[in-house]
Nanobody, 125 residues
Framework: QVQLVESGGGLVQAGGSLRLSCIAS????????MAWFRQAPGKEREFVAA????????DSSDSVKGRLTLSRLIAKNTEYLQINNVKPEDAGVYYC??????????????????WGQGTQVTVAS
């Protein structure tokens, strides 16, 4: 089993930067593909970005392209998400997700076996 814990949510000013972390524990972190999804009130959970376990391949949705930095630090079992020039539509509950295996890219929620509890991001305009 893999346990995921997100941190870093809260209130962000529009135009500012959003930074989230996800710490994994349990099984080995080094071969985990990891991702972020978000869910706004009344909307379905949507894919934001994913990073391959190798750390060198990133997939992201068009909504954050050009504004996103996604990285992972194996020594700390941690994945980091940063979104710059935050917009009101970036608000929602952000979920960290993870999966083992060879499938790539992974953009569907069903592609991931492990999920964090979520962290709320509110954007002040």
């Amino acid at each position: 089993q893999v346990q995921l814990v997100e941190s870093g949510g809260g209130l962000v000013q529009a135009g500012g930067s959003l930074r989230l972390s996800c710490i994994a524990s349990g099984r080995t972190f080094s071969h985990l593909d990891m991702a972020w999804f978000r869910q706004a009130p009344g909307k379905e959970r949507e894919f934001v970005a994913a990073i391959r376990w190798t750390g060198d391949i990133i997939d992201s949705s068009d909504s954050v392209k050009g504004r996103l930095t996604l990285s992972r630090l194996i020594a700390k079992n941690t994945e980091y998400l940063q979104i710059n020039n935050v917009k009101p539509e970036d608000a929602g509950v952000y979920y960290c997700a993870a999966a083992y295996g060879s499938k790539w890219p992974r953009r569907a929620a069903d592609d991931y076996n492990y999920w964090g509890q979520g962290t709320q991001v509110t954007v002040a305009s």
